[in-house]
T-cell receptor, first 114, second 117 residues
Framework: NAGVTQTPKFQVLKTGQSMTLQCAQD?????MYWYRQDPGMGLRLIYY???????DKGEVPNGYNVSRLNKREFSLRLESAAPSQTSVYFCASSEPSGRFYEQFFGPGTRLTVL | AQKITQTQPGMFVQEKEAVTLDCTYD???????LFWYKQPSSGEMIFLIYQGSYDQQNATEGRYSLNFQKARKSANLVISASQLGDSAMYFC??????????????FGAGTQVVVTP
């Protein structure tokens, strides 16, 4: 059981470049989430997917798009990266019927936009 | 508006001593859950403890306990007998409404704990 996996672990982009962060979970969870972590601000929700086929905006969605490819995979796309998107990105998954509706986090992707 | 407030940006604690990390929250939802996560320097998010708004007793998990004061909207984490491996960033988080929130979490800014020998 790998849990939640994210690729890549590190990425450096130039302003205006695009990229997709990949996330997959093998726990058969229905809900998946993308957060960003910035110093002094904790984690903030970018987008979430309550179940396969649905996605919705979180607290800070501007500049991002998501795709729930199937039950396992939830990707985050930056179409035109900006320095303000320099952050650590975490993917998480959870199951409504699970203990506490607990979220399980991936290892994170550290993104720098120059 | 900030829903989770952690007022201690950082603190030092001596090994084997207990430490209390403060967390206050703001919600009008009668059904909510409170979580504490640990983030060591390696970066992963580790779940520590959970308290539901309707739970009658304070949650405990090994050396971690949660001092839940519902009327004061406070959910402080107590780490007993601190160890060097407890040095990390600690986040308090809240999930509002079990049925409507789709499990979304709102996080505080975190408290950096350094355990000294």
């Amino acid at each position: 059981n790998a849990g939640v996996t994210q690729t890549p672990k590190f990425q450096v982009l130039k302003t205006g470049q695009s990229m997709t962060l990949q996330c997959a979970q093998d726990m058969n969870h229905n809900s998946m989430y993308w957060y960003r972590q910035d110093p002094g601000m904790g984690l903030r929700l970018i987008y979430y997917s309550a179940s396969e086929g649905t996605t919705d905006k979180g607290e800070v969605p501007n500049g991002y798009n998501v795709s729930r490819l199937n039950k396992r995979e939830f990707s985050l796309r930056l179409e035109s990266a900006a320095p303000s998107q320099t952050s650590v990105y975490f993917c998480a998954s959870s199951e409504p019927s699970g203990r506490f509706y607990e979220q399980f986090f991936g290892p994170g992707t550290r993104l720098t936009v120059l | 508006a900030q829903k989770i407030t952690q007022t201690q940006p950082g603190m030092f604690v001596q090994e084997k001593e207990a430490v209390t990390l403060d967390c206050t929250y703001d919600t009008s939802d009668p059904s909510y859950g409170l979580f504490w996560y640990k983030q060591p320097s390696s970066g992963e998010m580790i779940f520590l403890i959970y308290q539901g708004s309707y739970d009658q007793q304070n949650a405990t998990e090994g050396r971690y306990s949660l001092n839940f004061q519902k009327a004061r909207k406070s959910a402080n984490l107590v780490i007993s007998a601190s160890q060097l491996g407890d040095s990390a960033m600690y986040f308090c988080a809240m999930r509002e409404s079990l049925t409507d929130s789709w499990g979304k979490l709102q996080f505080g800014a975190g408290t950096q704990v350094v355990v000294t020998p």
